[in-house]
């Protein structure tokens, strides 16, 4: 929902549209805060983009410890994704 406030802002979109104004009320909560903390530079929205890239930063890390908590079973499988998303395969070879 924020990359598509993101793009519908760069592209100058209609906003009285009623699909651009719910986009616009769901994500309010979100960017509200940080656009006192963060201006807008020009046409790019950054305490909406800073706000998507935290979110798709931490949802990995999350769904991971989510997975773990909920089935013991799983956990060697679960740290080795992990692993593998925090030092991709290219880092682990030789040559």
């Known amino acids: 929902m924020?990359?598509?406030?993101i793009w519908m802002q760069w592209s100058r979109c209609d906003f009285y549209n009623p699909?651009?104004?719910f986009v616009v009320k769901v994500t309010q909560p979100i960017v509200k805060p940080l656009r006192r903390i963060l201006?807008?530079?020009g046409p790019i929205d950054t305490a909406s983009l800073l706000a998507a890239f935290v979110l798709t930063t931490l949802k990995y890390p999350i769904l991971l410890l989510i997975q773990v908590a909920s089935s013991?079973?799983?956990?060697?499988?679960?740290?080795?994704?992990?692993?593998?998303?925090?030092?991709?395969?290219?880092?682990w070879s030789s040559g």
Request: charged fraction near 5%; include cysteine; proline fraction near 13%.
């Open 2 to 5: 924020l990359l598509l406030r």
């Open 19 to 21: 699909v651009a104004q």
């Open 39 to 41: 201006p807008a530079l």
């Open 72 to 91: 013991q079973s799983t956990q060697p499988i679960c740290w080795s994704a992990c692993c593998r998303w925090l030092n991709p395969p290219a880092i």
